[in-house]
């Protein structure tokens, strides 16, 4: 074990339904367009793009693609942020997730999470799951609308430092479309875990720290 890195956190990230198509023009991470009527719309580009779309371009992609779609295109209002975060909290407080960053965005979702007995796809899963059906409980989508793409991403984090730097990066995501700064109540203060004060210099974190020469000094 003496070198490998040990997962401490997960940053997850997924789409409401309909957002980030396999031919976004912004790139995927898709290699298949599996619907006719959206592939039409454009070709499919592997990897995000060196140069990026106007934004007028990318809402008249989207324009095209909402009249293309199975369910109705959505996105969250400002006054719906607050109802997104509090299926979210439900999800936390039920599985006893520990919750370091969340960002609940018009399209998208950004939540940090610490290692758990579940792998990140199951957290991803509830916390999609079991939003929706609460979304649907407070008929803020139809019952039979998927509320969010199916799947997401993930990154895994082994060390504080990219934990801090993932907090500051989902802390800013609103800040960077003029919203304003969201404070989740189940979101809590990351206390630089497992480095905190008074860790054992002798965990096998610390360990596996010192074998890749990452333990601060």
Request: charged fraction near 20%; glycine fraction near 4%; hydrophobic fraction near 35%.
């Amino acid at each position: 074990m003496s070198g490998q890195p040990i997962v401490l956190a997960y940053h997850i990230m997924w789409t409401l339904y309909g957002w980030w198509l396999p031919n976004d023009p912004r790139g995927s991470t898709s290699h298949t367009i599996r619907n006719d009527l959206i592939a039409e719309l454009g070709d499919l580009h592997l990897g995000r793009k060196q140069f990026q779309p106007a934004s007028h371009d990318l809402r008249a992609f989207y324009n095209q693609a909402a009249t293309a779609l199975k369910h109705e295109l959505q996105q969250f209002t400002r006054e719906q942020f607050h109802f997104v975060a509090q299926a979210f909290s439900e999800t936390i407080t039920k599985h006893k997730y520990t919750c370091y960053a969340c960002a609940v965005m018009p399209d998208h979702i950004h939540i940090l999470i610490r290692r758990h007995r579940d792998q990140a796809e199951d957290m991803l899963s509830n916390l999609q799951s079991e939003s929706r059906s609460r979304l649907s409980e407070l008929a803020l989508r139809p019952l039979a609308h998927p509320t969010w793409t199916r799947g997401g991403w993930k990154v895994f984090l082994d060390h504080p430092d990219d934990i801090q730097r993932t907090i500051r990066y989902i802390e800013n995501n609103p800040l960077k479309m003029r919203l304003p700064a969201q404070h989740w109540g189940f979101v809590q203060t990351y206390d630089n875990w497992p480095l905190h004060d008074g860790h054992s210099p002798n965990s096998p974190y610390v360990k596996a720290l010192k074998g890749a020469r990452r333990y601060p000094r």
